[in-house]
């Protein structure tokens, strides 16, 4: 997997989707869209932030049709370049870039060469889009590229530095550049501002964990801006924004950092990656590297206590007086749930009612997260908010 092309197995993990799914990213953005459309939450497209200015009571943002709108927070959700990081004055310290990539959908008057290429630099590749009448080219530059916009003439240097020939490139659909640069906001937060997905943290883009982590910042910091803005919890709480999820983002930057690395094809990184492949091939380290490449064994430290304290929940398939259901159907309305695995009807949370969802469950199986292994059931859990 990634961009050092390792396989890696995941069939035996203790999770419902045990294998790797990739789509391309339009699909991801009209999936989301769709879901955005459900929501009763107003937007405003085609307008972007071009300034603000916080007080102790909220934030007064400045659009770039002129107009304004007062929050009471604001999350800069605005890519690397962003603003709203650069205008609250978080500095972005890390690496600059090593390699830059280009990506598109072209036509091609000459047939390519179809499939994966490893460079000195690292992995090319040629593939066909859904409709066959395109094709899609992920190329390394032979030099570091500049900016975010290159041109068709970019594209066509790059395939003859690889290929020997452009193949006749034309008719782009689209055309883009990543960099393997990695950065990491210095705080995740100053006072009424917070930063989330690229705003935070840049890095390249290997198996998708910039949107995986990009959309566990949201969730982590969704419910907990809706907790202070109901007055449900105190202000504190989003401090534990930054706690949680920077440790997340640098981890991440450093392992695709490592990745980038190993898709390189000279002849050292070959050994090394042929190393690697060995040490994968072993239960233990390919576990290890799957479940923090997948995500699955994101752990927030709240203390001392049961093994599953602070982890992903699993989702289970449960057993209630009102028949089978799965724990993720309980977490749609971004509440907390009590599971209560003992005896129904021995936990009082009358003082939490409004604020908790409780249900008696029964659960025979295997308690078992990936590396962790299987741990002594509870006899109860509170899961906390995971989507909306």
Known sequence: MGFSFIPLDISDFPTRHNYWLALWQNHIERI??????????????GREATGFAQDDDGVDVELS???SLRAKYLVGCDGGRSLIRKKAGIEFPGWDASTSYLIAEVEMAEEPAWGVRRGEKGVNALGKPEDGKRVRVVL??????KGDEPSLSDLRDALIAVYGTDFGVRNPIWLSRFTDMARQAASYRNRRVLLAGDAAHVHAPADGQGLNIGVQDAVNLGWKLAQVIKGTSPESLLDSYHAERRPI????LRLTMAQTALGRGEDRTEALRETMTELLRMDEPRKRYAAMMSGLDVHYDPGEGH??????????????????LRVFSLLHEARPVLLNLGEPGNLDITPWADRIQQIDVRYAGTWELPVLGAVTAPTAMLIRPWRS
């Open 32 to 45: 989301m869209a769709d879901r955005v459309g459900e929501l009763l939450v107003k937007f405003y497209r």
């Open 65 to 67: 049709d002129g107009a």
């Open 140 to 145: 390394v530059e032979p030099h570091v590229g």
């Open 249 to 252: 983002g640098a981890r991440v």
């Open 307 to 324: 093994p599953l304290l602070g982890r992903r929940m699993p989702d289970l398939d449960l057993v209630t007086a009102a028949g089978p």
